[in-house]
């Protein structure tokens, strides 16, 4: 019982520490990635994602080149995109920050952020930007790569630059992806991120031993 306040007590705290976040990011502007390649800069903003999947997987090639892009080295079609984007998946908060605050949960979230990462922090704040946008997404028991993007509290690039970043990341469903492009892109990487984050939920442990009465 005892674990499990403090279990509670810690993931309120946390959340407690990231209320303030949104509210701040709503204030900037809000790049949900920065195409970053070589010296040259494309920028899909939040809303630019939001008006992808409000209608279903279409593309104004026009005004959203980068995002055009993105979908075609993704390994999906935009509808697949689309639906995997929005796709819910339910959690618990507690059980998704003792994950994520936990040794492990930080590597995970160190191997996640592989070339995604705040555009001015950069790796020195990759962690806590995505684990606050995760933990803050997962407070209604409902978790989406859609939601996520929402709850980012910085900009963020996709780094592929003078052989320091690749522009590969590691998506976490192995077995799940085939090919190059599935594997490492970044929206088949946001498609799989939620499912990877739930099945890794650490859970309130069971006693094994019954428990005996004071009499």
């Known amino acids: 019982m005892l674990k499990r306040i403090s279990a509670g007590l810690a993931a309120g705290a946390a959340l407690s520490s990231l209320a ?3 509210v701040q990011a709503e204030i900037n502007t809000r790049s949900t990635v920065r195409w970053n ?3 040259a ?21 026009s005004t959203n080149r980068a995002l055009a892009s993105g979908v075609n080295n993704s390994g999906w079609t935009a509808e697949e995109i689309a639906k995997g984007l929005s796709k819910q998946y339910k959690v618990n908060v507690v059980y998704v920050a003792r994950f994520l605050y936990s040794k ?8 996640q952020t592989k070339s995604y990462f705040p555009y001015w922090g950069m790796k020195k704040t990759a962690v806590q930007a995505l684990r606050s946008a995760i933990v803050l997404d997962s407070v209604d028991g409902k978790l989406s790569s859609a939601g996520i993007m929402k709850m980012l ?16 990341q590691n998506v976490c469903a192995k077995g799940k992806c085939q090919g190059d492009q599935q594997c490492t892109s970044l929206l088949s990487w946001y498609v799989f991120l939620p499912a990877c984050v739930q099945a890794n939920q650490i859970k309130d442990k069971i006693a094994t031993r019954p428990v005996r009465g004071l009499w």
């Open 153 to 168: 509290p910085v900009d963020m690039r996709l780094a592929d630059t003078c052989g320091t970043f690749d522009g590969a």
């Open 41 to 61: 800069v494309y920028t899909t903003k939040l809303s630019d994602f939001q008006s992808f999947l409000e209608s279903g997987g279409e593309i104004d090639y």
């Open 37 to 39: 390649s070589g010296g």
């Open 104 to 111: 492990k949960g930080y590597k995970f979230l160190e191997n």
């Open 20 to 22: 303030v976040l949104p």
